[in-house]
Nanobody, 121 residues
Framework: QVQLVPSGGGLVHAGGSLDLSCAAS????????WGWYRQAPGQQRELVAQ???????DYQDSVRGRFTISRDNVMNIAYLHMNTLKPEDTALYYC???????????????WGQGTQVTVSS
């Protein structure tokens, strides 16, 4: 079994910065793609950023240039550095990871619990 444990988040004024991290633990052979998602009240969960094992990144248009996703393939941790935060970035942020646990099977997708990011105007 694999667990994803997020940390970071909190309350910040508009224009400020926050860092999120997400650590994977358990039976892990390798992590393929990491993703950060967010869900604001009354809205659907949306992809914010993702990074492949080969470090190819993709961002939602609204955060491109302000957020940076990165990863540590040895420690199995993903990071999201958020700059120039706006009130519309307020949401519950979730990490997910595509994890291969053994050589005999493909990957499974795991989710971490949400961590709150609140940006005040």
């Amino acid at each position: 079994q694999v667990q994803l444990v997020p940390s970071g988040g909190g309350l910040v004024h508009a224009g400020g910065s926050l860092d999120l991290s997400c650590a994977a633990s358990g039976s892990i052979l390798r992590v393929y793609t990491w993703g950060w998602y967010r869900q604001a009240p009354g809205q659907q969960r949306e992809l914010v950023a993702q990074i492949t094992r080969g470090l190819v990144t993709d961002y939602q248009d609204s955060v491109r240039g302000r957020f940076t996703i990165s990863r540590d393939n040895v420690m199995n941790i993903a990071y999201l550095h958020m700059n120039t935060l706006k009130p519309e970035d307020t949401a519950l942020y979730y990490c997910n990871a595509d994890v291969q646990e053994t050589d005999h099977e493909g990957y499974r997708t795991y989710w971490g619990q949400g961590t709150q990011v609140t940006v005040s105007s």
